[in-house]
């Protein structure tokens, strides 16, 4: 919840007039419980979506946005439930998690990548990408941050203006993908 990318996500997010939640998983800061391999987590991310909308019930769309092992328990969240409508995901760790069930996935989105990522390694991501975008009815669009690492520690303002501009594409009305 407060690393600087979730951080800087949230500000993104809630600038544009989202109703926008950071959280800490299970065993994380002051969070109750300890790490449950994904299975826990994704009940911590369905449980806050919830607790979100039953504030804002008049929310037309939904999105989710993570990073590293919170991109993984997105995604997952995404195959769950169906009024999310567009994902930002960052540097989601495909050579160190199963993302087989994305099949098909069932929303657009974005996956950005370091080039120099240490920890979701480049390859294992453009693979993930590549089986993304062999899928009908959505578009899989992939950004790789020049000299970025894992933590985009010296690359935020490309990070950020990744998420911006895919954000202003999508969020359009004239954009070809709502």
């Known amino acids: 919840m ?5 951080q800087a996500l949230y500000k993104t997010f809630q ?25 826990g987590e994704l009940s911590d991310a369905a449980s806050a979506l919830d607790w979100v909308q ?7 769309t939904t999105w989710i946005a993570g ?11 995404l195959m ?17 998690y199963d993302f087989t069930f994305l099949a098909p996935c069932p929303s657009s989105g974005i996956i950005i990548q370091g ?12 693979k993930l990408v590549d089986k993304l975008r062999t899928q009908k009815h959505i578009t899989i669009h992939h950004d790789v941050i020049p000299r970025a690492n894992h933590f985009f520690e010296h690359e935020m303002d490309d990070l950020m ?18």
């Open 161 to 178: 203006k990744s998420v911006d501009d895919y954000l202003d594409m999508r969020l359009d009305p004239n954009s070809p993908i709502r």
């Open 15 to 39: 600038r544009r007039g989202f109703a926008t939640l950071r959280f800490n998983f299970r065993g994380v800061g002051k969070s109750q419980g300890t790490f449950d391999n994904g299975v």
């Open 67 to 77: 990073f590293s092992f919170g991109a993984w328990i997105g995604m997952q969240l």
């Open 115 to 126: 080039a120099e990522d240490e920890v979701a390694t480049p390859p294992a991501t453009q």
């Open 2 to 6: 407060n690393n600087h990318i979730v």
């Open 80 to 96: 769950r439930r169906p009024e999310i409508r567009g994902f930002i995901s960052i540097a989601p760790p495909a050579n160190l």
């Open 54 to 60: 039953s504030f804002h019930p008049e929310a037309s």
